[in-house]
C-alpha cells in the first residue's frame, strides 16, 4: 500500500509542479521581485497547481506512516519523470534525447535501489539530538543554497533554489513521518506538539524556494535538483534520523548505492536541459507586407 500511494503521490506532485510553474510565470512580476509570490495566488492555473501539490502531500503522508522515508521518498522521486512530458506540452519544454536517457536512468537506477537495497523500517521515535541535530544542519544548508541562488540565473538559479527547496522537503518528509504518530489525538495534543509547527516551518520555506526555481522558466533543472537533493537527503536523514537501514547484508549494500548513483546521474543529465521553446509566431501576424499586398492587382 506505501508504495502505491507514493507513486499517486508523484503523479500529484509532478502535475502540480508544472501548472504551478505556468502560474509563476503567468505573473507580471520577475523572478527577483518577492511579489510574484502574492500575484501567485490569483492565478487560477497556479491555485489548481496548488490542489494537486496538496493532495500529493496527503497521499505522501499516507505513504509515510506505513513505510520507510527511503523507500516512500525515493518512490515520489519519479514524478520528474511524470512532470517533463506535461512541461513538453503545457510551458514548451524541451524534451531532448539527453531528456529521455536522463529519465530512463532515473527510473532503473531507483527499481534497482529499492528490489536490491530492500530498506527496512526504523524508529518511530528518534531522540531529541537526531531531531536537532537534523534541523540545525538542514536549515544551514538551506540558507547557503539560497543566498548563492540569488547570486546567478537562468538554470544555475533554478538549480540552487530547487537544490535548497529539496533540503526543505526532505525535512517535511521525516517530520511528516514523526507528525503521523499523534494525528488522531485531539486538537490540543496537536498544537501543543513541536512536530505541527515544525512541519509548517519546513512547507512555508519548501513552498517558496520551489516557487523561486519555477519562475526561472526551466523546469528540468529546478525539478531535478529539487528531486535529486530531497533523495539523497531523505535517504540520509532516514538513516540517521530514524535508524533505517538500507538492508540486510553488507553484501547488498554496495549494489544499493550504485542504483541510487545511476538515478542520481539521471538527474543529473535532466538538470543540463536547455530552456523552453520560445512560442512560435504566428504567421499571418508575422509575415512582411509587399506592396502588392497593399495595392492588390485588379
Avoid at 90 to 100: D, F, K, L
Avoid at 188 to 211: D, K, M, N, P, R
Wanted: charged share 10%; with cysteine.
Amino acid at each position: 500500500m506505501a508504495v502505491l500511494l507514493a507513486l499517486l503521490a508523484a503523479f500529484g506532485f509532478a502535475c502540480g509542479s508544472v501548472l504551478q510553474q505556468k502560474g509563476t510565470l503567468e505573473a507580471p512580476a520577475g523572478d527577483d521581485d518577492p511579489r510574484f509570490l502574492v500575484q501567485i495566488l490569483k492565478r487560477p492555473v497556479w491555485l489548481a497547481g496548488g490542489g494537486l501539490q496538496a493532495a500529493g502531500w496527503v497521499l505522501q503522508a499516507a505513504a509515510l506512516d506505513r513505510g520507510s522515508v527511503v523507500v516512500v521518498q525515493s518512490l515520489t522521486a519519479t514524478s520528474l519523470v511524470i512532470a517533463l512530458p506535461l512541461g513538453a506540452r503545457i510551458t514548451n519544454q524541451q524534451m531532448s534525447r539527453r531528456v529521455i536517457v536522463g529519465a530512463v536512468a532515473i527510473i532503473v537506477g531507483i527499481v534497482f535501489f529499492l528490489s536490491v537495497g530492500s530498506p527496512q523500517k526504523g524508529t518511530s521515535h528518534p531522540p531529541p539530538a537526531a531531531w536537532w541535530a537534523a534541523g540545525i544542519t538542514g536549515a544551514a544548508i538551506v540558507v547557503v543554497l539560497a543566498r548563492l541562488g540569488r547570486r546567478h540565473s537562468g538554470a544555475s538559479k533554478a538549480l540552487l533554489f530547487g537544490s535548497a527547496a529539496g533540503v526543505g522537503f526532505a525535512l517535511q518528509a521525516t517530520v511528516t513521518k514523526e507528525f503521523m504518530t499523534i494525528v488522531g489525538s485531539g486538537l490540543e495534543t496537536l498544537f501543543a506538539s513541536w512536530e505541527i509547527y515544525a512541519l509548517i516551518g519546513t512547507a512555508v520555506v519548501g513552498f517558496v524556494l520551489q516557487q523561486s526555481a519555477l519562475k526561472t522558466g526551466i523546469l528540468a533543472p529546478a525539478m531535478a535538483s529539487s528531486n535529486a537533493v530531497t533523495l539523497f537527503a531523505s535517504v540520509v536523514l532516514g538513516i540517521t534520523v530514524f535508524g533505517e537501514k538500507l538492508s540486510n547484508g553488507t553484501d547488498r549494500l554496495a549494489p544499493a548505492l550504485i542504483g541510487l548513483a545511476v538515478a542520481l546521474a539521471g538527474v543529473v543529465l535532466l538538470a543540463g536541459t536547455k530552456p523552453p521553446r520560445a512560442s512560435e509566431p504566428v504567421p499571418f501576424l508575422t509575415a512582411p507586407i509587399s506592396p502588392s499586398d497593399l495595392h492588390p492587382r485588379k
